[in-house]
Nanobody, 122 residues
């Protein structure tokens, strides 16, 4: 099985940048699809970005052009580079992984990180 550990969340000013990392151990992580979700208090969990084992990416409309997801197979890590941050980006961010891309998109992936808090101040 795969264990995911997230890091990088912190308080940041609006307009600033932040990079989140998801480090994996165990399993065959390099063959899994990976996604980043976020959830703010009182709001539904939102899919932010995905990346396939081959490097194909998708983004939600709310972050397109500002966020970039990437993976380093050698290091077993997936990163989310967040630029031009907005107050509405404030949320707990989670990474998830699953052999099935559809499961990642649906939020039913088998593996999840613990979440990391991103707070954007005005």
């Amino acid at each position: 099985q795969v264990q995911l550990v997230e890091s990088g969340g912190r308080l940041v000013q609006a307009g600033g940048s932040l990079r989140l990392s998801c480090a994996a151990s165990g399993g065959t992580f390099s063959l899994y699809a990976v996604g980043w979700f976020r959830q703010a208090p009182g709001k539904e969990r939102e899919l932010v970005a995905t990346i396939t084992w081959s490097g194909g990416t998708t983004y939600s409309d709310s972050v397109k052009g500002r966020f970039s997801i990437s993976r380093d197979h050698a290091l077993n890590t997936v990163s989310l580079q967040m630029n031009n941050l907005k107050v509405e980006d404030t949320a707990v961010y989670y990474c998830t992984a699953d052999p099935s891309f559809n499961a990642v998109v649906a939020g039913t992936g088998v593996y999840w990180g613990q979440g990391t808090q991103v707070t954007v101040s005005s």
